[in-house]
Every structure is written in structure tokens, then in C-alpha cells.
């Protein structure tokens, strides 16, 4: 698939998710981003590029690690809007006849109510608070940030949703990627 950035909102699909369960979560992507760890010498800094400026687009992902697949919306904001939009493109890719068990944290605009719209086919697990090592997907961010997120400078709005974009397909090009960073030998479900 060729490299192209996305417009706002635009869906990045793989394969249909189905029954089993899945993880959702997005993770902020930017001028003004994170340096992760590096490998250097002990009492050594390792030189990294850091940008000042405040650009940022927001990564909505979902995966199903079972099946090694996801899909992703890249939005300007973390709202109930575009919580709305994700759950829109994930109830798209839940093959028919199934229904997907989404696990979620608490942020403001995971909370059903009157304006976070939840599709027939999906629902929502949320997780304990201040639990974040439950979800797979803060793994998967990790691992993005890490290899492909960080320590970058972006010219542009559209040069951060490009790299969101590829980061994203870089991800789920691979299932085993996905499946030794969001899999949990210790957490089962029976359905």
C-alpha cells in the first residue's frame, strides 16, 4: 500500500475484527512529543532531537490481538466526537454476525451518555481505574513511540498524520508484532 497522509478522520482499516475481545485506546502524536529510552553508556546522554512546537494529531487504535489486527482513525482532538468516529470505523470492521467486547480506559469521552453514540454490534468494557498496565493497547503506544514516534521533527500537521499513518500500517503489517506486544498470557476470557 502506497505511503499517503490521511485527512482528518480518515480510517485505517486492515482486517474485520470479530467477537473476540479487543482494546482500544489513542495516544497523542506530535511537535511536541516524548523522548523514550535509549540504549547509551552508562553516564553518557545519547543525542535526540527534540521539537518545541505544539502540532499534534491523536491516534485512535483498536486491535484484536487473537487475530492480529486493527483499525485506527488519526483525529485533531481527543473528544467525544472523535471517540464517536472510532467506534463508527470499528463497528465497520466487526465481521457480521458478530459483536465486539471493546476494552477501554475511563477518559471523559469513553463514558456512555447522551453524546458518546455506541454501535449495536460493539460494547464497551471499561477497566478499572488507574489501571493502565490492563490494557494492551498502552503497550502497542509504547512500542509505536519507541520505533517509530519519537525523537522525529515533522514539518508540518500533514507530516504527523502521514507518520501516524505509517506507524499504524507498520504495526499491522506484522501479526506477531502485535501479538508479543498486546498479548496477555495472564488475562482470559471464556466466551
Given at each position: 500500500?502506497?505511503s499517503?497522509?490521511?485527512?482528518?478522520?480518515?480510517?485505517?482499516?486492515?482486517?474485520?475484527?470479530?467477537?473476540?475481545p479487543?482494546?482500544?485506546?489513542?495516544?497523542?502524536?506530535?511537535?511536541?512529543?516524548?523522548?523514550?529510552?535509549?540504549w547509551?553508556?552508562?553516564?553518557?546522554?545519547?543525542?535526540?532531537?527534540?521539537?518545541?512546537?505544539?502540532?499534534?494529531?491523536?491516534?485512535?487504535?483498536?486491535?484484536c490481538h487473537?487475530?492480529a489486527?486493527?483499525?485506527?482513525?488519526?483525529?485533531?482532538?481527543a473528544?467525544?466526537?472523535a471517540?464517536?468516529?472510532?467506534?463508527?470505523?470499528?463497528?465497520?470492521?466487526?465481521?457480521?454476525?458478530?459483536?465486539?467486547?471493546?476494552?477501554?480506559?475511563?477518559?471523559?469521552w469513553?463514558q456512555?451518555?447522551?453524546?458518546?453514540?455506541?454501535p449495536?454490534?460493539?460494547?464497551?468494557?471499561?477497566?478499572?481505574?488507574?489501571?493502565?498496565?490492563?490494557n494492551?493497547?498502552?503497550n502497542?503506544?509504547?512500542y509505536l513511540?519507541?520505533?517509530?514516534?519519537?525523537?522525529?521533527?515533522?514539518?508540518?500537521?500533514?507530516a504527523?498524520?502521514?507518520?501516524?499513518?505509517?506507524?499504524?500500517?507498520?504495526?499491522?503489517s506484522?501479526?506477531?508484532?502485535i501479538?508479543?506486544?498486546?498479548?496477555?498470557?495472564?488475562?482470559?476470557?471464556?466466551?
Amino acid at each position: 500500500m502506497p505511503s499517503r497522509a490521511l485527512t482528518n478522520g480518515e480510517a485505517i482499516a486492515t482486517n474485520p475484527l470479530t467477537a473476540k475481545p479487543s482494546c482500544k485506546d489513542e495516544a497523542r502524536v506530535g511537535q511536541k512529543g516524548s523522548l523514550e529510552y535509549l540504549w547509551g553508556p552508562v553516564g553518557s546522554r545519547p543525542p535526540a532531537v527534540r521539537d518545541n512546537r505544539h502540532d499534534s494529531a491523536y491516534l485512535f487504535g483498536a486491535i484484536c490481538h487473537v487475530r492480529a489486527v486493527g483499525a485506527a482513525v488519526i483525529m485533531p482532538a481527543a473528544n467525544t466526537e472523535a471517540m464517536n468516529q472510532h467506534l463508527e470505523e470499528i463497528s465497520t470492521q466487526v465481521s457480521p454476525g458478530a459483536h465486539a467486547v471493546v476494552v477501554c480506559d475511563g477518559a471523559g469521552w469513553h463514558q456512555p451518555g447522551k453524546r458518546l453514540r455506541i454501535p449495536d454490534n460493539i460494547t464497551l468494557l471499561p477497566l478499572p481505574p488507574y489501571s493502565p498496565e490492563l490494557n494492551p493497547m498502552e503497550n502497542i503506544w509504547d512500542y509505536l513511540r519507541g520505533n517509530k514516534l519519537s525523537m522525529r521533527v515533522w514539518d508540518s500537521y500533514q507530516a504527523i498524520i502521514a507518520a501516524c499513518r505509517d506507524a499504524w500500517l507498520f504495526l499491522v503489517s506484522d501479526p506477531d508484532r502485535i501479538n508479543s506486544s498486546a498479548g496477555r498470557t495472564w488475562a482470559a476470557v471464556n466466551l
